[in-house]
């Protein structure tokens, strides 16, 4: 068999090194400078036949709610 040199199995292993790094770093990347990602948080409570949707936004606290059924309109503040 035909083993690789040294500096093969190197070269191979750096290769390896930066492809990891650069998946590292790309991955985390924002390009925004305000990234909304995760601002909002959905809970969902069951109350009998209906079921009650809130929905947090985690940078102000304000939870709003939607109401169950066909009757349901927008968002409303919870106050």
Same mark, same amino acid.
């Given at each position: ?6 500096? #093969?199995? $190197?070269?191979?292993? @750096?290769? !390896? *090194?930066?492809? #990891?790094? $650069?998946?590292?770093? @790309?991955t !985390? *990347? ?29 940078t ?20």
């Open positions: 068999m035909n083993q690789p040199s040294w500096r #093969a199995k $190197a070269a191979y292993v @750096l290769l !390896g *090194a930066f492809a #990891a790094a $650069a998946l590292m770093f @790309l !985390g *990347a924002d390009l925004t400078a305000s990234s909304q990602i995760g601002r909002y948080r959905m809970c969902c409570t069951p109350r009998g036949a209906f079921t009650d949707i809130y929905v947090i936004d985690t102000s606290g304000v939870v709003k709610w939607l109401g169950s059924g066909d009757d349901a309109k927008p968002f409303t503040e919870i106050k």
